[in-house]
C-alpha cells in the first residue's frame, strides 16, 4: 500500500494530477470533492491546531497549505517507551481550476481536520487576488479523539 501513494506523488505520465499537487509530507490523508457550487478539500492533521496551520493563495490560482508540528521536549528524567507520533512540516499545493473564486475561499478546523471551501463561479470569470485564508474553528474545544480517523476502505 505505502507503493502507491508514492507513485501519486511523482511527476510521471501515471499521475493524473501531474503538475497540480505537490507534498512533502506524502502520509497527510486529503479529500477533495467537486460540488455544483464548489471545490471542498479535506485535510486530516491530527494534533494540529487552526494557529499551526498557514493557507495562502499564490499567483492567483495556487493554493498553499502548510504546517508544522513541533516536536515535544523531553524533560530530565523522560524515558521514552515508544514515540513513534512525527514532528516536522507539511506542504501541499493545488493549482485551483480557472472557475474558483479565489476571493472567497473560506476555511475551517475542527477535531484536527482542515476544511477548505472554495466556491466556484459558474460564468467562468477571473477571481480577484486573495493571498491569505483566515482559518475558523471552535476556540478552547477539545479533541475527540481518533474517532474521526477510521478507514473506510475495508
Not at 4 to 21: E, T
Not at 25 to 31: K, R, S, Y
Not at 85 to 92: D, H, L, N, P, V
Amino acid at each position: 500500500m505505502a507503493l502507491l501513494p508514492s507513485l501519486m506523488n511523482q511527476q510521471s505520465i501515471f499521475n493524473p494530477f501531474r503538475g497540480l499537487i505537490f507534498s512533502e509530507n506524502a502520509d497527510t490523508q486529503m479529500d477533495w470533492k467537486e460540488t455544483p457550487h464548489a471545490h471542498i478539500f479535506e485535510f486530516d492533521l491530527p494534533g494540529l491546531t487552526r494557529e499551526d496551520v498557514k493557507l495562502e493563495v499564490h499567483e492567483g490560482r495556487v493554493l498553499h497549505i502548510s504546517a508544522e508540528r513541533k516536536e515535544e521536549p523531553e524533560e530530565k528524567g523522560d524515558k521514552w517507551h515508544c514515540k513513534e507520533r512525527t514532528s516536522g512540516s507539511f506542504m501541499r499545493q493545488f493549482r485551483l481550476p480557472e472557475n474558483a473564486k479565489v476571493d472567497e475561499i473560506k476555511a475551517s478546523m475542527r477535531d484536527g481536520v482542515l476544511i477548505v471551501n472554495v466556491p466556484k463561479d459558474e460564468r467562468k470569470k477571473k477571481s480577484k487576488h486573495k493571498s491569505s485564508v483566515e482559518i475558523s474553528g471552535e476556540e478552547g474545544h477539545p479533541p475527540k479523539g481518533l474517532g474521526r480517523f477510521v478507514c473506510c476502505k475495508a
